[in-house]
């Protein structure tokens, strides 16, 4: 069966209206122009930090030990006290030692006799062998008995001021100002001359040490970065934040870096000093140190959604050329700064980086560049049916 000529003309001209009314699915620029959001990198003076984790010790800390042995008769301080130089602390029985120093006394007392005696002797004998009332021999003994009586003055001299350094060492002191301990001793308990147990310890706490490690690495770039100029030494000012992520004030100093690094751990140890007026910091305790430890002036800081890496690790960013089209950069970054990477190399002032939109994005292809955070751009409507 054949249609007629009119049935087939009707159909072409059906088929070519709903050809003019479908949508247009040709290539359209908008479609193929991904939009992404850039910063725009500026150089900025930064002030170089270094997180660290450390410990607390005292700023000086003493065993107290017994240099005399006896019997404890009292102890004349409060543990947990602040106590000074100097102040009584324990009292030994002094009762021997007195006993031994009187002894001495009259030691020296026998031996003062004893010289002059000889000192008159010696001066009679001299008078007299001129005259050949003696002979010299004579005149010789009294002069050594003179001398030896005189050294023997000497001797009971030094047993005095021993017995007397024995009997003071009666009386346990405080060798220096601070907090002290606990005491490992009661009255009535004999103790033993610089015996390896300590009777108490002292430390002194209104000034705090903070001891932290950093890898050697990270010391020796900051060294490298010092001598070449790039970096300012800064004040080397120290903050701390406690166990509890707290701030601690008031700020510290960098006092100290050790000159060995640890073969087990690749480390140094730092040393701050922190002021501690209040009592707050206590040995032993775990903080974290953040030190300033120089100053870049120059610096380019990358926000860290902008820096990928690569399949080898390499740091890389895209950035939008003059052309408008994106560019890859591969990059040096050191430390972090805040939210940000520190870029040493790869990206310059100027530079405007893409953080926003990076899966849209292909190195070479052509991209639309807005600030970053700007609102999405609306997007065309499909044309209308006809």
């Known amino acids: 069966m054949f249609r007629s000529p009119p049935a087939k003309c009707a159909a072409m001209v059906a088929v070519l209206a709903l050809s003019a009314c479908s949508p247009n699915r040709g290539p359209s620029k908008f479609n193929q122009t991904p939009e992404v959001g850039v910063v725009v990198l500026q150089q900025e003076q930064v002030t170089l930090q270094v997180d660290l984790p450390g410990r607390t010790s005292a700023f000086e ?24 130089a100097g102040q009584s602390l324990y ?14 006394l009259g030691q020296l007392a026998n031996a003062q006799a004893s010289l002059t005696v000889a000192a008159l002797k010696d001066a ?9 009332a003696v002979s010299q021999q004579e005149a010789d003994d009294a002069r050594a008995s003179h001398e030896q009586a005189a050294a023997a003055v000497q001797s009971a001299r030094g ?13 346990v002191t405080a060798p220096i100002s601070g907090r002290i301990g606990r005491s490992a001793v009661t009255p009535g308990a004999l103790v033993i001359a610089n015996q390896a147990t300590p009777l108490t310890s002292i430390q002194r706490l209104d000034q705090i040490y903070v001891d932290v490690t950093q890898p050697a690495t990270d010391l020796l770039d900051l060294q490298r970065a010092l001598q070449s100029g790039r970096v300012a030494r800064g004040q080397l000012s120290a903050h701390l934040i406690l166990q509890d992520g707290s701030a601690y004030e008031p700020a510290g100093k960098l006092s100290a870096t050790d000159v060995t690094v640890d073969p087990n751990t690749g480390s140094v140890t730092l040393r701050a000093i922190f002021p501690n007026p209040k009592g707050l910091l206590l040995p032993g305790m775990y903080v974290r140190a953040i030190i300033d430890e120089g100053v870049e002036q120059d610096a380019i800081l990358a926000p ?67 600030p ?7 997007q065309k409507p499909p044309p209308g049916k006809s």
């Open 372 to 378: 970053a955070g700007s609102p999405p751009r609306a």
């Open 159 to 171: 047993a005095v001021q021993g017995a007397k350094v024995n009997l003071d060492y009666t009386r």
């Open 304 to 370: 860290q959604q902008g820096v990928t890496r690569d399949e080898r690790g390499r740091a890389n960013a895209l950035v939008v050329d003059a052309a408008g089209k994106a560019s890859l950069r591969i990059l040096t970054t050191g430390r972090t700064v805040g939210d940000k990477w520190l870029v040493t190399s790869g990206l310059a002032a100027g530079d405007k980086l893409i953080v926003e939109g990076l899966l849209k994005a292909k190195p070479g292809g052509a991209v639309h560049a807005v």
């Open 124 to 132: 009679r004998y001299a008078d007299l062998v001129k005259m050949n």
């Open 61 to 84: 800390s003493s065993d107290v030990r017994p240099q005399v042995s006896g019997v404890i008769q009292a102890r004349l301080f409060k543990e947990g006290a602040n106590v000074r």
């Open 91 to 104: 009292r030994i029985d002094p009762a021997p030692f007195n006993a031994a120093y009187q002894q001495a």
